[in-house]
């Protein structure tokens, strides 16, 4: 087994419980029954109140990664007549760009950086659009949008809004209520600190009426809403990932609800940002979620070779980015199951290799 | 959590060994690195081994169920110019059909009933067709067909050989250049004995050199083989049960290869059918493969009320069928992690239940 060792501190696969990892031991059970049914059923219920989802909303749950999510939404929701205003503030932006091309829907690629949209009433693009798509999160390079400013924006304009919280969910704040979310994307590796593999997709009954038939089986929502009405998805789902998230969520509500876990990765990750102040690196942007630290240095040091160097000399993994950021920056995440105890062992490494004592 | 003490002989999820369940138990590791590529190669490579696939054939590991393996073959191999005949003996045919209606693919719905297809060249219509499309087992009813009489027939017209071997991989022989099998879907939860959620395509140079582009993102099969160059996914893949996959491979190699998982199937089946021979019930088709045996109950039995009893006296799983061979057929699952005295267990419930005394 591979990195069994090692701490991990990557934005997706992120630390899991043990109470998570033990379902994961276990035979996986029949599906095509009520007590199957019956775990598809908390699960949405689970997930509706954690995103404080609007009366009749309901959950798709996908087998596959978090792409398919956002791909599925485009090709269940929008068509020929839409115009979609997609914010493109990094890789993930830029995926719903290609979805958008792929499947022929007429958008305008947003390109942003470095804001967080409080002002995008002014930023936007003057057209009439039918929809807004965002990455509540960009992971690519850590950094959060003002989802209320943008959800009041896209209310005014009567836009349907739709947002990826893939890695945002259980580490930063989203109301669909309070944002005026229409649809919401998440993904299991991530804030929800379980295997990838499980995409999952909350839709409103604003979003629900725009459902439309699709050239598609395996992505065919209306197949799954017709089949989630009895607590089943219409091809084999994920088992496994099922009984980890229906596990997971009691876990989350146990600990003190989806308000705790928020208020203990900020507590981490203002703990992390706060005791490697004295080293040569800086935070990239202004808007970071708790869910992750985006860092440069500050040194000339490449990132590439810390990120290397941490893995090689301390067992400790963070997550380097593609392209021209290679160099530039690295990230930190703070989603799953983080101690302060465990990100000291990150704080310490970090002190080590700047041979700076920790203060 | 669910069934955990129930003995389960549904045809997916089956028994998975404990060695698998342990990968099951362990934290997510990273995997865009030289580590994971490697396991994603060792995954290939052994795959590759076990259908006996032509040089220079590929695999490609979509996070999904098995069905969005049959949908992205159609997606990425046919096009408006093919003309497919697709084997239609259960649902899993019906579904072919459907993935082809849904594509726009033009194609004979070829229905059969209880003929393995030896004689395929006498009995298909009299078409120019450029595809064929099979379920190698259609496991709604538990059915096997002859691969090498249709793969001769393939060969002579000149068709793509196209087949899913979901259900019988593992347990009943397939071998791609004896076959000549251009194309092989395969998936996690059936003889491999993972949990749900890879499915797997193993594509020949021959089909290879059909794979074009495609409206699609997450089903975009050249993007797969880029990516599959280093070992890796264009999206987040199933970790987990890739992990599982290589401890599944290495375990089969070391038990005696594929040629022994399929002696112990078979033998298992035969240990079954020979031990309920004194039971009001009768094979549902001379075709039955080693991963499966279906019955008929005799004595006018309903097969539902069967399949209900014994899981709520005997703590029992066997497989019902839906529509109207509900009260017709149950079906028994001899893939994974099976003995002869796991199948005891069963072999003793349906004496008790007719209270018939075992021979």
């Known amino acids: 087994m591979i990195y069994e060792d090692y701490y991990i501190f990557t934005p997706g696969p992120v630390k899991m419980s043990e109470e998570i990892m033990e379902v994961g031991a276990k035979q996986t059970p029949y599906f ?51 115009n979609a205003l997609v914010v493109h503030g990094g890789g993930f932006g830029g995926r719903f760009v290609e979805i958008c091309k792929t499947h022929d829907i007429v958008h305008t690629d947003f390109k942003v950086t470095n804001t967080n949209l409080s002002d995008i009433e002014t930023l936007a ?162 808007f970071m979620p708790n869910a992750m630290t985006t860092l440069t240095p500050t040194d000339g040091k490449a990132a590439m070779d810390i990120v290397n160097d941490l893995e090689d000399k301390y067992k400790v993994m963070v997550c380097p980015n593609g392209g021209e950021q290679r160099d530039l920056i690295f990230r930190v995440s703070h989603m799953g199951d983080m101690t302060k105890a465990y990100t000291d062992v990150l704080i310490d490494a970090l002190h080590d290799y700047y041979q700076v004592d920790r203060v």
Chains 1, 2 share one sequence.
């Open 32 to 82: 095509r029954n009520c007590e199957f049914s019956d775990v598809t059923f908390a699960c949405e219920k689970g997930l509706l109140e954690m995103v404080n989802a609007p009366e009749g909303s309901k959950v798709i749950f996908l087998t596959a990664s978090g792409t398919a999510g956002m791909e599925s939404v485009v090709m269940n929701l929008l068509n020929k007549d839409d």
């Open 125 to 286: 693009p003057k057209e009439n659009y039918s929809s807004l798509i965002v990455n509540a999160h960009e992971t690519s390079v850590g950094h959060l949008y003002d989802l209320n400013a943008m959800g009041a924006y896209a209310k005014k304009n009567n836009l349907l809004y739709i947002v990826d919280a893939i890695s945002m969910l259980v580490t930063d704040p989203l109301d669909m209520q309070e944002s005026a979310i229409d649809v919401v994307i998440a993904s299991s590796q991530k804030g929800l600190a379980l295997p990838p593999g499980l995409t999952m997709v909350v839709l409103t009954p604003r979003a629900l009426e725009k459902v439309q038939d699709v050239k598609s089986l395996y992505f065919n929502f209306k197949d799954y809403l017709n089949n989630g009405e009895r607590g089943q998805t219409p091809y084999t789902p994920a088992v496994t990932i099922m009984l980890q998230l229906e596990a997971r969520l009691a876990q989350i509500k146990r600990r003190g609800g989806v308000e705790q876990s928020i208020r203990s990765a900020k507590e981490i990750a203002e703990y992390f940002r706060e005791n490697i102040k004295t080293l040569p690196l800086k935070a990239y942007t202004p």
